[in-house]
């Protein structure tokens, strides 16, 4: 009798676990049309469809709290000096066959931006030659990955 409670004890609290357990992160391909609003290289936009302020990158960064801010005027003004931290709303990654000005990441493929610092959580994929809104971290990204 006693061994049944402990069982029943044990299987409602698998069962409340299970419950509360956090649903599975959305991982998301970005491969809408890109729009070189950047002049090329892998690229953060404040705005939604590669507009407003930007911030290009040259390599994968641990964590946007270290300052990283969206330092060029785009479009607009929009996010001009806002930090890159859980405010970038789409990307682009300019692709060309021959060498371009300010293209510095050559030999990348493609870039990751993710919920978490140091690479973890849901993200977003961003291949070579594309670019759109973000999906997984859309005003929501803390770390980039170039590989």
Same mark, same amino acid.
Do not use: E
């Given at each position: ?44 936009? !404040? =705005? %939604? /469809?590669?507009? *407003? &302020?930007?911030? +290009? ?57 993710? !919920? =978490? %610092? /140091?690479?973890? *959580? &849901?993200?977003? +994929? ?22």
């Amino acid at each position: 009798m006693k061994l049944r409670r402990v069982l029943t004890s044990v299987v409602t609290a698998a069962a409340l676990i299970g419950i509360a357990a956090p649903a599975a992160s959305a991982d998301t391909i970005i491969n809408a049309t890109n729009y070189d609003h950047c002049g090329g290289g892998f690229c953060l936009f !404040y =705005n %939604s /469809n590669q507009q *407003g &302020a930007f911030r +290009q990158f040259t390599g994968s960064v641990s964590s946007f709290a270290n300052g990283s801010t969206f330092n060029v005027v785009g479009t607009t003004s929009a996010g001009y000096g806002q930090g890159v931290w859980n405010n970038a709303a789409s990307a682009s990654w300019w692709n060309t066959s021959s060498p371009c000005n300010n293209c510095t990441t050559i030999g990348y493929t493609h870039a990751r931006v993710y !919920y =978490n %610092s /140091n690479y973890m *959580g &849901a993200w977003d +994929q961003i291949d070579k030659g594309y670019g759109g809104n973000l999906q997984s971290t859309y005003n929501d990204n803390a770390s980039l990955r170039l590989y």
